[in-house]
């Protein structure tokens, strides 16, 4: 995984600590399960912005 080792991690998540404070990283990280989750369901969901013409049913003439 990127040549990263042990060492590296544990260095940049010292880092990630030190700059964002032990209390907020669970804030961060529900965030950015969030944003995945949204971006997972908006790109498999069906586009509702279909703009093809359709033909007129009977139910519609009524």
Do not use: C, H, W, Y
């Amino acid at each position: 995984m990127f040549g990263l080792g042990t060492n590296e991690l544990l260095l940049i998540l010292l880092i990630v600590i030190v700059l964002f404070g032990a209390t907020r990283l669970p804030q961060i990280g529900k965030g950015i399960g969030e944003a995945i989750r949204n971006f997972k369901k908006a790109t498999s969901e069906k586009d509702d912005s279909d703009v093809t013409s359709k033909k007129n049913t009977p139910e519609e003439k009524r």
